[in-house]
Structures are given as C-alpha cells and as structure tokens.
Nanobody
Framework: QVQLVESGGGLVQAGGSLRLSCAAS????????MGWFRQAPGKEREFVAA????????LYADSVKGRFTISRDNAKNTLYLQMNSLKPEDTAVYYC?????????????????WGQGTQVTVSS
C-alpha cells in the first residue's frame, strides 16, 4: 500500500505561485498514474490535474489549464504541482492520489490511495 504525504501549501497573494510536492513510500509509485484533487469548504472534491505513469501525458481541469503544471520524478517517488497566477478561487485543501492503473482519470473513484492534504490559501 502506497503512503502519500503532501507538502508545500501555504498562504499566498493573488498572482503568486506555490509548488506542491507529494512524496510516496511503501509501494511502486512509478507503475501508476497520479493525480491532484482539491476540496474547498462546502464543496465536493474536484479534479485538478493528472499524469500517466511515464509522465509523458498530462490532463488538466479547465479552471487551471495554462496556470498549473503537474510533473513527476519516478526516481524520487515524488509528484509535483507547480501553481502559477494563483486566484482566490484556488483556495482549497489539495490532495494527491495514486491511480488504480497506468492511465489517468478525472474521477476520484479511479484513485485508491490518498494523502492527508495540504492547505492552499490565496488572498485577494
């Protein structure tokens, strides 16, 4: 069973940047797709970005396309989310998740391991 630990969240002004990291341990990180999701207070968890097992193909929610970049370093068992041009509506708890296969999905049910989340707060 893969354990996932996110880091890098914090408070930033609108227009600023943050880089989230997700360290994986206890399993075969490189064999699975990975994703980032977020959940704002009072809202459902929503898809942010995903990456296939090789890192060669990525998928983004329309709301973050062009501003966020997902990447992975399989040698370091680490997933990243570079977030630029942050907006107040990006405020949420961000979760990384391990997919059930090598292919990515926008559906939370297609991920079977989740981190504890890291808070991102963007002030206006």
């Amino acid at each position: 069973q893969v354990q996932l630990v996110e880091s890098g969240g914090g408070l930033v002004q609108a227009g600023g940047s943050l880089r989230l990291s997700c360290a994986a341990s206890g399993g075969t990180f490189s064999m699975y797709a990975m994703g980032w999701f977020r959940q704002a207070p009072g809202k459902e968890r929503e898809f942010v970005a995903a990456i296939i097992w090789t890192g060669g193909t990525t998928l983004y929610a329309d709301s973050v396309k062009g501003r966020f970049t997902i990447s992975r370093d399989n040698a370091k068992n680490t997933l990243y989310l570079q977030m630029n041009s942050l907006k107040p509506e990006d405020t949420a708890v961000y979760y990384c998740a391990k997919g059930r296969s090598v292919s990515y999905s926008m559906k939370p049910g297609e991920y079977n391991s989740w981190g504890q989340g890291t808070q991102v707060t963007v002030s206006s």
